[in-house]
């Protein structure tokens, strides 16, 4: 995909902008918007505890980074939400197939998991802190409660969105239960599966930083508290713009995977999707 | 006179709607299929011909009557036979080979003979070099032949196709025709052919089944005594158009008796 737009664009350079002003027009507003920023802050001397200027946010976060500061805090972070994240995936995964094999327990059961899942898994972080203290383990499990509910109901959808004719494909040949769901039940599901692993990456890392607000030794939520309490906000400013990179990162590596393992859902011609 | 391949006696089938309504989709169908027929089944919408042909697959149990395989009574999907849909069902994530390696998965059937079987089959269908290929990549009428091969990797005897091409264009469905009287003549099955194309079902067969409207009964049996091999000059003949008039006649006196 990426390859193809390369070579249009190689092709002719002009036509291929023109044809995509967006492609001119998204920097440009990106530029803009920070250097009007700047401007107001120069101008009218707007206090850096209320808005940093886009040079303070950049130093703040190129000194971070250098000093391995933030790196380090970056990786605790990640660790946290990808380790949530992976057991999320292989309990919904594995929980949603058991739910979904009968109709009975799925009825059952699905008024519970509803009601878990509207309630603010948040909430319930304070006392997770209080179960598992200040260390990783407790961002772990937040994480993993955080991301468990969208890959468990995609998952259970998935398996009951199955078309007739393919049932009927299999019963004509006498399929085992076993067989329906291995050659084409689950299969068929996948792209549910990643549509709620992809919502599960990001809520996960959403859980492992709300469990370090809560209470943390380490971390990129941890140290947005520091910052806040010591009014550097440029610094706030900065791991936040760490925090858009990791979000946007884990995402569009699922949507990589995603493309390499439901080949065959892909929707034709997204342009910038 | 050869044996039976598949034989329906007194064949009822009624659907029991929520309302506890009655529904009599089939009545007293009577039918001798024997080994190597090519039999169409033609009737109007709704008038029962796919619900037949499910019961003859063994998909949905009849109500009343009896239908054999072979003599034995059919209770279930039978190895023996072959089913093709009108949609082609697909497994999108699986290439054309092992799309058509699927029946031969699920009945456990030796792997390497099936490979070559598979191959032979998409040779059959004019699909050589497809192998790899997703079903997203083929247009209908080649995802339909992966279908019909898919049909046959089991070696039944009896192939049973369910307007196979109503989802295709006019001349792509003309050409499928008589792909399909090749694939037959090459491979020796006996097929039962549903349609609702009076000059599909006369150009096919050796003998139309003309259902009539719901609930089916068999109104009447014409054996259409063509020439083989037939090409499609052949529906423009005199004789094809006689078998024709005569099959349509049979749907539109069947309308005023309604």
Same mark, same amino acid.
């Given at each position: 995909?990426?390859?193809?737009?390369?070579?249009?664009?190689?092709?002719?350079?002009?036509?291929?902008?023109?044809?995509?002003?967006?492609?001119?027009?998204?920097?440009?507003?990106?530029?803009?918007?920070?250097?009007?920023?700047?401007?107001?802050?120069?101008?009218?001397?707007?206090?850096?505890?209320?808005?940093?200027?886009?040079?303070?946010?950049?130093?703040?976060?190129?000194? +971070?980074?250098?000093?391995?500061?933030?790196?380090?805090?970056?990786?605790?972070?990640?660790?946290?939400?990808?380790?949530?994240?992976?057991?999320?995936?292989?309990?919904?995964?594995?929980?949603?197939?058991?739910?979904?094999?009968?109709?009975?327990?799925?009825?059952?059961?699905?008024?519970?998991?509803?009601?878990?899942?509207?309630?603010?898994?948040?909430?319930?972080?304070?006392?997770?802190?209080?179960?598992?203290?200040?260390?990783?383990?407790?961002?772990?499990?937040?994480?993993?409660?955080?991301?468990?509910?969208?890959?468990?109901?995609?998952?259970?959808?998935?398996?009951?969105?199955?078309?007739?004719?393919?049932?009927?494909?299999?019963?004509?040949?006498?399929?085992?239960?076993?067989?329906?769901?291995?050659?084409?039940?689950?299969?068929?599901?996948?792209?549910?599966?990643?549509?709620?692993?992809?919502?599960?990456?990001?809520?996960?890392?959403?859980?492992?930083?709300?469990?370090?607000?809560?209470?943390?030794?380490?971390?990129?939520?941890?140290?947005?508290?520091?910052?806040?309490?010591?009014?550097?906000?440029?610094?706030?400013?900065?791991?936040?713009?760490?925090?858009?990179?990791?979000?946007?990162?884990?995402?569009?590596?699922?949507?990589?995977?995603?493309?390499?393992?439901?080949?065959?859902?892909?929707?034709?011609?997204?342009?910038?999707? | 006179?050869?044996?039976?391949?598949?034989?329906?006696?007194?064949?009822?089938?009624?659907?029991?709607?929520?309302?506890?309504?009655?529904?009599?989709?089939?009545?007293?169908?009577?039918?001798?299929?024997? $080994?190597?027929?090519?039999?169409?089944?033609?009737?109007?919408?709704?008038?029962?011909?796919?619900?037949?042909?499910?019961?003859?697959? +063994?998909?949905?149990?009849?109500?009343?009557?009896?239908?054999?395989?072979?003599?034995?009574?059919?209770?279930?999907?039978?190895?023996?036979?072959?089913?093709?849909?009108?949609?082609?069902?697909?497994?999108?994530?699986?290439?054309?080979?092992?799309?058509?390696?699927?029946? $031969?998965?699920?009945?456990?059937?030796?792997?390497?003979?099936?490979?070559?079987?598979?191959? +032979?089959?998409?040779?059959?269908?004019?699909?050589?070099?497809?192998?790899?290929?997703?079903?997203?990549?083929?247009?209908?009428?080649?995802?339909?032949?992966?279908?019909? $091969?898919?049909?046959?990797?089991?070696?039944?005897?009896?192939?049973?196709?369910?307007?196979?091409?109503?989802?295709?264009?006019?001349? @792509?469905?003309?050409?499928?025709?008589?792909?399909?009287?090749?694939?037959?003549?090459?491979?020796?099955?006996?097929?039962?052919?549903? @349609?609702?194309?009076?000059?599909?079902?006369?150009?096919?067969?050796?003998?139309?089944?003309?259902?009539?409207?719901?609930?089916?009964?068999?109104?009447?049996?014409?054996?259409?005594?063509?020439?083989?091999?037939?090409?499609?000059?052949?529906?423009?003949?005199?004789?094809?158009?006689?078998?024709?008039?005569?099959?349509?006649?049979?749907?539109?006196?069947?309308?005023?008796?309604?």
């Amino acid at each position: 995909m990426a390859r193809d737009l390369w070579r249009e664009f190689a092709d002719d350079p002009t036509y291929f902008v023109r044809t995509r002003p967006q492609i001119v027009l998204i920097p440009a507003v990106f530029v803009l918007f920070i250097g009007l920023w700047e401007w107001v802050v120069r101008q009218w001397d707007v206090p850096a505890f209320i808005a940093p200027a886009p040079t303070a946010v950049t130093r703040s976060l190129v000194g +971070g980074i250098r000093s391995g500061v933030y790196l380090e805090h970056f990786w605790v972070t990640l660790g946290e939400a990808l380790a949530g994240f992976g057991i999320a995936a292989v309990t919904g995964v594995a929980l949603g197939a058991i739910i979904a094999q009968s109709r009975l327990l799925e009825r059952t059961v699905y008024p519970y998991l509803v009601a878990l899942q509207t309630l603010p898994k948040i909430a319930i972080a304070p006392l997770i802190i209080v179960w598992a203290g200040f260390g990783l383990s407790s961002k772990v499990i937040i994480a993993a409660l955080v991301a468990f509910f969208p890959v468990l109901v995609n998952v259970i959808v998935g398996l009951k969105t199955i078309d007739q004719s393919k049932l009927e494909l299999m019963h004509s040949l006498r399929a085992s239960r076993w067989q329906i769901f291995r050659l084409v039940t689950f299969p068929n599901a996948l792209p549910f599966v990643f549509a709620g692993l992809d919502i599960a990456i990001v809520f996960s890392v959403l859980g492992a930083i709300v469990g370090e607000f809560v209470g943390a030794q380490r971390g990129l939520g941890n140290l947005i508290l520091q910052f806040n309490v010591t009014l550097d906000i440029a610094g706030v400013f900065a791991v936040l713009i760490l925090l858009a990179v990791l979000g946007i990162a884990l995402h569009l590596i699922m949507q990589a995977i995603q493309r390499r393992v439901i080949f065959w859902a892909q929707p034709e011609d997204v342009i910038g999707a | 006179m050869s044996v039976a391949l598949i034989s329906v006696s007194d064949l009822e089938k009624t659907y029991v709607t929520r309302g506890r309504a009655l529904i009599p989709a089939l009545a007293g169908i009577c039918l001798d299929i024997h $080994a190597g027929e090519f039999v169409t089944i033609v009737g109007q919408s709704g008038c029962g011909k796919t619900t037949l042909l499910k019961i003859l697959a +063994g998909l949905i149990p009849c109500s009343s009557g009896t239908v054999s395989l072979r003599g034995r009574p059919v209770n279930g999907p039978s190895r023996d036979i072959g089913i093709v849909f009108q949609d082609p069902v697909l497994l999108p994530w699986r290439t054309v080979l092992h799309n058509v390696l699927l029946p $031969a998965q699920v009945l456990r059937l030796e792997a390497r003979a099936s490979h070559a079987r598979a191959m +032979g089959l998409l040779r059959l269908v004019g699909l050589e070099g497809f192998e790899d290929k997703y079903p997203h990549e083929l247009s209908g009428g080649m995802r339909q032949r992966v279908a019909i $091969a898919r049909a046959l990797i089991h070696d039944p005897s009896l192939l049973l196709m369910d307007e196979p091409f109503g989802a295709l264009d006019a001349m @792509t469905r003309e050409f499928m025709n008589l792909e399909l009287l090749r694939i037959w003549q090459q491979s020796g099955k006996t097929i039962i052919f549903i @349609t609702h194309s009076i000059p599909e079902a006369v150009f096919l067969a050796d003998r139309v089944v003309v259902l009539s409207a719901r609930p089916g009964r068999v109104q009447e049996i014409v054996s259409v005594d063509l020439p083989r091999p037939r090409d499609l000059d052949i529906m423009a003949s005199d004789e094809f158009g006689v078998y024709a008039r005569k099959v349509r006649h049979l749907f539109d006196a069947r309308a005023w008796l309604d």
